[in-house]
């Protein structure tokens, strides 16, 4: 795309257009963008087609293979996601609040658009569509910086996008795709000072840090996951299977798969037994000392269990693959001291049929979202009910946990007098 000045100027024209719609206008976007994806379904397939084939030749991991990857499924659940952003109430024009002063003066606090936002992300496709849409019913253009891998998705994707809004005259210039694949363009839009009012970047920690160290625009920070489950003894062990092995195992490549299982000591050596035998051949297990030494006395393991020994650097790691650390703890201190101490303030999930446990649990351990007794795979925005997400934020300002529409509004404050001055 070369220099993007041009486009930046583009956007913010048809922001400021795009921010006074009605939501009637811009449901009729989003619907006519739900019928072309349903139409081009096949364009955008055999785009996709491309890409997935160029990843595996690379040598990319399997798991971040089947991030990239789309399908008819899949299709279908970006499409849904669209629909449950439509089926939302405008978040634009919401009053939030409203008093009168002594003097007569009457304040509104109102919900007003962001802005011009810029997404910088790694190879998920349907981010290019759950940005786009949210961005649009929030009254904002957006910016959107896919990486290398998915280029031919994004670029594909987008074309529909706009070709959808221009269809029915409802501001198609509130999108853009920068897809010239340039480290330079990445640096243009973290310096684009006056022209993007909000970055946020979705994807590894390199990325992430990358983008935090060198732009002079606001950020919304999205975290990697090293997400952790811990089990207690008082645990249904069953169910606690179950739940450790859809956190592996349904999507290991996604920022809220579990990377490390905590498990009590009281409870150790009838839970990690357990937990090997149903992901043996699967997941390769990196067990500290003592519950290495749990599984090497253990009766009747699969013979294709894979266990090494955990290193420090493993209970700091994201694998984002087939893989999850082990660690025998003390104490419910000892498991939210770990968690505090290696964890990304992500998803975290206790175990236990404690309440006493579960709610110390949940106050003293610092992540965006905490769980008691389920699947941290559930820390989605379409999960949560908002349809699509722009990420996960792990930081601490307005917008923390599944990001939805909210995450892309600001306040103005809207004050109405009678001629009031300042003594």
Same mark, same amino acid.
């Given at each position: 795309? =070369?220099?993007?000045?041009?486009?930046?100027?583009?956007?913010?024209?048809?922001?400021?257009?795009?921010?006074? %719609?009605?939501?009637?206008?811009?449901?009729?976007?989003?619907?006519?963008?739900?019928?072309?994806?349903?139409? &081009?379904?096949?364009?955008?397939?055999?785009?996709?087609?491309?890409?997935?084939?160029?990843?595996?030749?690379? =040598?990319?991991?399997?798991?971040?293979?089947?991030?990239? %990857?789309?399908?008819?499924?899949? /299709?279908?659940?970006? /499409?849904?996601?669209? &629909?449950?952003?439509?089926?939302?109430?405008?978040? $634009?024009?919401?009053?939030?609040?409203?008093?009168?002063?002594?003097? =007569?003066?009457?304040?509104?606090?109102?919900?007003?658009?962001?802005?011009?936002?810029?997404?910088?992300?790694?190879?998920?496709?349907?981010?290019?569509?759950?940005?786009?849409?949210?961005?649009?019913?929030?009254?904002?253009?957006?910016?959107?910086?896919?990486?290398?891998?998915?280029?031919?998705?994004?670029?594909?994707?987008?074309?529909?996008?706009?070709?959808?809004?221009?269809?029915?005259?409802?501001?198609? &210039?509130?999108?853009?795709?920068?897809?010239?694949?340039?480290?330079?363009?990445?640096?243009?839009?973290?310096? #684009?000072?006056?022209?993007?009012?909000?970055?946020?970047?979705?994807?590894?920690?390199?990325?992430?840090?990358?983008?935090?160290?060198?732009?002079?625009?606001?950020?919304?920070?999205?975290?990697?996951?090293?997400?952790? $489950?811990?089990?207690?003894?008082? %645990?249904?062990?069953?169910?606690?299977?179950?739940?450790?092995?859809?956190?592996? $195992?349904?999507?290991? *490549?996604?920022?809220? #798969?579990?990377?490390?299982?905590?498990?009590?000591?009281?409870?150790?050596?009838?839970?990690?037994?357990?937990?090997?035998?149903?992901?043996?051949?699967?997941?390769?297990?990196?067990?500290? &000392?003592?519950?290495?030494? $749990?599984?090497?006395?253990?009766?009747?393991?699969? #013979?294709?269990?894979?266990?090494?020994?955990?290193?420090?650097?493993?209970?700091?790691?994201?694998?984002?693959?087939?893989?999850?650390?082990?660690?025998?703890?003390?104490?419910?201190?000892?498991?939210?001291?770990?968690?505090?101490?290696?964890?990304?303030?992500?998803?975290?999930?206790?175990?236990?049929?404690?309440?006493?446990?579960?709610?110390?649990?949940?106050?003293?351990?610092?992540?965006?979202?905490?769980?008691?007794? #389920?699947? /941290?795979?559930?820390?989605? *925005?379409?999960?949560?009910?908002?349809?699509?997400?722009?990420?996960?934020?792990?930081?601490?300002?307005?917008?923390?946990?599944?990001? *939805?529409?909210?995450?892309?509004?600001?306040?103005?404050?809207?004050?109405?007098?009678?001629?009031?001055?300042?003594?």
């Amino acid at each position: 795309m =070369g220099n993007l000045d041009t486009v930046f100027a583009s956007l913010r024209e048809a922001q400021k257009r795009l921010a006074l %719609a009605s939501r009637k206008e811009k449901d009729e976007g989003l619907r006519a963008v739900m019928k072309a994806i349903n139409e &081009d379904r096949q364009t955008i397939l055999a785009a996709n087609r491309k890409d997935v084939e160029r990843a595996r030749a690379s =040598g990319m991991k399997e798991a971040l293979v089947d991030r990239l %990857a789309l399908n008819d499924k899949r /299709i279908n659940e970006i /499409i849904d996601g669209i &629909d449950v952003v439509v089926r939302q109430d405008d978040p $634009i024009g919401r009053v939030l609040d409203g008093w009168t002063l002594p003097n =007569g003066l009457f304040i509104e606090k109102i919900t007003v658009p962001l802005g011009t936002a810029a997404i910088i992300y790694e190879s998920r496709p349907n981010v290019t569509v759950d940005a786009f849409c949210l961005a649009y019913k929030a009254g904002c253009a957006i910016l959107l910086r896919g990486s290398s891998a998915a280029l031919e998705s994004n670029r594909a994707l987008v074309a529909t996008i706009r070709r959808a809004l221009s269809s029915v005259d409802r501001y198609p &210039d509130a999108v853009a795709l920068a897809d010239s694949g340039s480290r330079d363009e990445v640096d243009e839009i973290l310096t #684009a000072r006056g022209k993007v009012d909000v970055v946020i970047p979705r994807g590894g920690r390199d990325l992430i840090r990358r983008v935090v160290d060198n732009a002079r625009v606001p950020v919304i920070e999205t975290g990697e996951g090293n997400c952790h $489950i811990y089990v207690e003894p008082s %645990a249904d062990f069953e169910a606690a299977v179950n739940i450790v092995e859809n956190a592996k $195992i349904q999507k290991p *490549g996604a920022c809220n #798969a579990v990377e490390t299982l905590l498990v009590h000591r009281d409870g150790a050596e009838r839970f990690i037994p357990l937990v090997a035998q149903r992901l043996a051949g699967r997941v390769l297990l990196r067990c500290c &000392d003592r519950s290495r030494a $749990i599984l090497e006395k253990a009766a009747s393991l699969p #013979a294709n269990l894979t266990v090494e020994k955990a290193t420090e650097e493993d209970w700091a790691t994201e694998y984002l693959d087939y893989i999850l650390a082990v660690k025998v703890v003390d104490s419910l201190d000892e498991a939210i001291t770990h968690i505090n101490q290696y964890g990304t303030r992500h998803s975290e999930a206790i175990l236990t049929n404690d309440l006493a446990s579960s709610t110390e649990f949940e106050r003293r351990v610092d992540a965006a979202c905490v769980y008691t007794n #389920a699947s /941290i795979r559930f820390t989605d *925005g379409g999960q949560f009910g908002f349809g699509a997400e722009l990420g996960i934020s792990t930081q601490k300002f307005h917008a923390r946990g599944p990001m *939805g529409l909210e995450a892309l509004t600001t306040i103005k404050y809207r004050v109405r007098g009678t001629g009031q001055i300042r003594e």
